[in-house]
Structures are given as structure tokens and as C-alpha cells.
């Protein structure tokens, strides 16, 4: 079994797809207290249902407090996210006796800290000393290739969500919308 960690964008969705169906994954969605947190969890809830996967959510709303005053805003991505993120995930893949965590990871991520070949490989070191594997299947695709990918799988962009604001309609012009229009765009 493996743990992926589903945001309810194109990447996690995808990887939802591809690896959905035998009964050995499970998805995480974690509310951080993301503006979007909401829209986000209701598409991961709806992934889930319509690919039969179990998902654990976790409320962690509480973290933004833990930021000096004006160092995060919830519209805008928690530092070290992918930290948290993969840490819980990995609690979780012990906890269950999982093989490995599953993180949608794109090549245009990597030019975020977070997202870059040492901090990615650091995260796979530290997972493997705990005897997990760390998985980024798609670190070497740019969004459009992942999309191609998805729809080739059947994966319905329109439920899925990427609006950084957490509007029910996108905003169309925050960084995640802009990034989803163009990928979109690019494979149609």
C-alpha cells in the first residue's frame, strides 16, 4: 500500500487515477488552514468516492498561527509544505504498514526550494532510513505532459481544483489558476 497525498489538483489527481484500482492506496488531504482548504477537500472527498479510494483528512488549521505575524497568508502556500505534508504522510504509511508515500510532484515545481532535486532527494533519503519508499513519478513531466497523461487515463479536469483564493469558481488569475489554464490549454 501506498499514501498520496491529494490536494485535488491535476498532478494528485492524476496520480489518483493512475494508481487507483488495486486496492492499494490510500490518499491524505490535509487542511492546513489554506484559503482553499475547503474546495479542495470536497474534490478530494468526490476523487475518492469516484475511484474508490479511502482517504484520511487532516485538520491543521492551527498551523498558520505557528508563523510570526504577516510570514503566511492563507491564500498563499505554507513554507515547507511539502515538509509537512510528506512527514504526515509518512506517519500515516507507518502507522498502516505502507510501502511508500506518493507525491504528485511536477517539473515546474522544482524551481520552488521545496520542490527541488536536493530537497526531494532529502526527503527520499530520510523516508528510506524509515524504510519507506518516496515516490515522484512525475518530477520529470511539465504540467501539460501530466494533463496528456491524465486524460489519456480518463481523468475529468473540471472536478478537479487548483484556485489558490478558494473561491468556488477559480479566479483565473492566481498563480495556480494560471499555471492550470495553460497546462489545459496546451493539450487540448
Keep these: 500500500m501506498s499514501i498520496l497525498l491529494l490536494s485535488g489538483g491535476i498532478e494528485s489527481a492524476t496520480l ?6 488495486s486496492g492499494d492506496l490510500r490518499a491524505l488531504f490535509i487542511d492546513y488552514g489554506q484559503r482553499a482548504a475547503r474546495a479542495e477537500r470536497a ?12 482517504l484520511t483528512t ?11 505575524p ?8 505554507l513554507p515547507a509544505r511539502n515538509l509537512l505534508a510528506v512527514s504526515l504522510a509518512a506517519n500515516q ?8 508515500v506518493l507525491l504528485g510532484l511536477q ?10 532535486p536536493p530537497f526531494i532527494a532529502a526527503l527520499a533519503d530520510t523516508l ?36 489558490l483564493l ?17 497546462a489545459l490549454a496546451c493539450d487540448s
Excluded: M, N
Excluded at 487532516?58 to 510570526?68: M, N, Y
Excluded at 511539465?142 to 479536469?157: H, P, Q, T
Excluded at 478558494?166 to 489554464?181: D, T, V
Design 93 to 100: 504509511a507507518l502507522a498502516l504498514k505502507a510501502r511508500g
Design 107 to 116: 517539473r515546474d515545481d522544482q524551481e520552488h526550494r521545496e520542490g527541488a
Design 16 to 21: 489518483l487515477h493512475e494508481r487507483c484500482g
Design 128 to 163: 528510506a532510513a524509515l524504510g519507506l519508499a518516496f515516490e515522484t513519478p512525475y518530477r520529470d513531466l511539465s504540467k501539460a505532459e501530466v494533463v496528456a497523461r491524465g486524460r489519456a487515463l480518463g481523468v475529468d479536469y473540471a472536478a478537479t481544483y487548483s484556485c
Design 58 to 68: 487532516l485538520a491543521l488549521k492551527g498551523l498558520g498561527a505557528l508563523a510570526p
Design 43 to 54: 474534490v478530494a472527498i468526490a476523487l475518492c468516492e469516484r475511484t474508490g479510494t479511502p
Design 70 to 77: 504577516g510570514a503566511w497568508k492563507p491564500h498563499v502556500p
Design 166 to 182: 478558494g473561491r468556488r469558481a477559480p479566479c483565473g488569475r492566481c498563480p495556480q489558476c494560471r499555471s492550470r489554464a495553460q
